[in-house]
């Protein structure tokens, strides 16, 4: 599908963007968080286009919002999911023992969010720097995690300031960043510039296969500058003399991808065989050719129609539909299939950043997770559905009443 006009050029090549991937429309910002006071002030929406790079396959979202303002007023705060700082813990005792990890080491992580991650190796009393350019988010995990941080979006000045101040980093991390990144030539020039000669770089990002295939269409927005296949991100790598010798396909998110880096020049790591049985996975599965984005807009098209369909027979029969949930994923979702409180009376979060404000765009209210019981609805619509499994067995108390939960994606589901 292609559009017909270049709106834009190649966040990594500079190649005129054309072809359409998918079209969500005119979206407010995810991670808005709307005061009382501010639901009669005009919002501000933005285009949520996603195209493919016809050189280098990366597939993208051109730039509408800057960063300033994207994360001027972010509400996400990792801590609030027990299964992510499940997820981080396991991460850290995995790397101090693959890597050697000691006191001796510094351990930096890019976008360290409130310190749900660099906490552990802190308990640990190994040292740390968080760099996360939102300022309220960085201020709780100094204050509240103990854990180091530069307010500071990351890029190649950023990283010369930070290896200047604190050295350079033994372990550099960064977990659901790297799609966050307008330039991302920046970026990867930065880490190559903070990393040790002897260092290693981590990176977990949604794998591209597994949002195409599996109808992922709401982890798309305007903070998600870039989605990768494996062989996009090691080209990218690779320009930059950054060599990814490892890769571990993770659950997280709907299925992501943690690769391990190195410099180029360091070869007493060598480069293990998964990562040249995915190359050759997703170019069997075409992920080189247009075909295989071309198929994606009509499968979220249709996802849409269903979701509408399931909400709309729910009301009809007088039933008492809630949300879960107000994460950006949520938001996209909502905002695309025009869900307001026509369809989810409500929706609950356990993040007191996110309540008693309103979803963006649809102006659905917020509130703690204890008016699910006060309430007693009949379904709760699962937003977040990545953690469901972590969302219904904390609320099995919901079947006491007969109530049952939906799952959206790939398609609506209720369990």
């Known amino acids: 599908m292609n559009s017909e006009n270049f709106l834009t050029k190649c966040n990594f090549c500079n190649t005129p963007l054309d072809h359409l991937v998918i079209d969500l429309g005119m979206q407010p910002l995810c991670e808005e968080r709307i005061r009382p006071e501010e639901l009669n002030q005009m919002e501000p929406h933005y285009p949520l286009k996603v195209y493919v790079c016809k050189k280098c396959l990366l597939v993208q979202v051109p730039e509408s919002a800057s960063p300033e303002v994207i994360y001027r007023d972010y509400g996400y705060y990792s801590s609030f999911s027990d299964t992510w700082l499940q997820h981080a813990k396991q991460y850290v005792e995995l790397a101090v023992k693959r890597f050697g990890i000691t006191k001796n080491n510094l351990v930096a992580e890019i976008a360290s969010n409130d ?6 190796f802190v308990h640990k009393d ?7 350019p939102s300022e309220e988010i960085a201020r709780y995990a100094v204050s509240k995690k103990g854990v180091r941080t530069e307010i500071r979006f990351f890029g190649a000045k950023t990283a010369e300031y930070l290896a200047d101040t604190y050295g350079k980093a033994d372990l550099l991390i960064g977990n659901n960043v790297l799609a966050h990144v307008p330039n991302i030539n920046d970026f990867v020039s930065g880490m190559k510039l903070f990393l040790k000669p002897s260092g290693v770089i981590t990176m977990e990002f949604p794998h591209l296969q597994r949002l195409i ?7 798309i927005y305007h903070e998600h ?6 062989s996009t991100v090691r080209k990218i790598f690779r320009k930059h003399d950054l060599e990814i010798f490892d890769v571990d396909e993770l659950p997280t998110h709907g299925g992501s991808l943690r690769i391990y880096a190195r410099h180029q020049g360091n070869s007493t790591i060598p480069v293990q065989t998964r990562v040249t049985d995915l ?5 069997s599965l075409g992920m080189n050719s247009m075909a295989y984005y071309d198929t994606f807009n009509e499968k979220v098209k249709e996802t849409k129609r269903k979701i509408l369909e399931f909400l709309i027979q729910g009301k009809k029969e007088g039933k008492h539909i809630v ?4 994460p950006g994923k949520g938001n996209t979702l909502l905002n695309y299939c025009g869900v307001r409180t026509d369809f989810l009376d409500y929706t609950v979060d356990r993040s007191p950043h996110k309540q008693g404000t309103y979803l963006p765009g649809t102006h659905i209210p917020v509130y703690h997770p204890d008016m699910i019981k006060e309430t007693r609805p009949e379904y709760v619509f699962i937003l977040p559905w990545n953690l469901k499994d972590e969302i219904i067995n904390y ?3 919901i079947y006491d009443w007969g109530g049952k939960f939906i799952v959206p994606i790939p398609s609506p589901a209720v369990f």
């Open 115 to 120: 310190g749900y991650l660099l906490q552990y």
């Open 126 to 132: 190994i040292p740390v720097i968080g760099i996360e």
């Open 213 to 219: 295939e599996e109808n992922q269409f709401d982890t």
């Open 225 to 230: 500058f870039s989605y990768f296949s494996f």
């Open 279 to 283: 190359v050759d996975r997703e170019e």
């Open 323 to 326: 949300g879960y949930g107000a």
């Open 395 to 397: 609320h099995k108390y």
